[in-house]
């Protein structure tokens, strides 16, 4: 009986666990989808502001405190100014990864340099890499130094 126990309960641990996963990705590439549009939003309407940055940055302070208001925690104006550059720097949807969390992107769209921050994005996609070993790799400079070895 013990041996039967022991094959269920490793059955359903591996289902639970695989659901868990699903979900848990499903609810990431939501939230990149969600943020994306958002920053899509800020930046179309940023013509009507005629781009002036104190007038932007009072415009992002005043959505953030509506946007707190009617939906809650996660609409700061730091995080809306990142909404807004992660739309800039993928403009195209289709070049967002689903492999990737927000907190990746958090990461990716300060790389100013497209080739590095491209560079980044394929190891993190390739190698499975966590938001931690990420920010391990830029704090040692993987990309500089990969590229000094080959000249």
């Not at 939230?31 to 992002?60: A, F, M, P």
Request: one cysteine or more; proline letters at 1%.
């Amino acid at each position: 009986m013990l041996e039967e126990n022991n094959k269920m309960v490793n059955e359903i641990t591996t289902l639970v666990n695989e659901v868990k996963s699903k979900l848990s990705k499903e609810i990431n590439n939501s939230i990149v989808y969600v943020y994306w549009n958002i920053g899509r939003i800020i930046v179309s309407n940023e013509n009507e502001y005629n781009n002036r940055l104190e007038y932007g940055k009072e415009v992002l302070k005043g959505l953030s405190n509506d946007l707190t208001k009617f939906l809650g925690k996660g609409y700061s104006y730091t995080n809306l100014k990142y909404m807004r550059i992660f739309y800039k720097t993928y403009p195209d949807f289709e070049e967002v990864s689903p492999e990737l969390t927000w907190t990746h992107y958090n990461e990716l769209i300060i790389i100013k340099d497209d080739a590095k921050r491209k560079f980044y994005e394929k190891e993190c996609i390739n190698s499975h890499r966590s938001v931690r070993e990420l920010q391990r790799q830029l704090d040692t400079s993987l990309y500089e130094r990969l590229l000094l070895d080959r000249l």
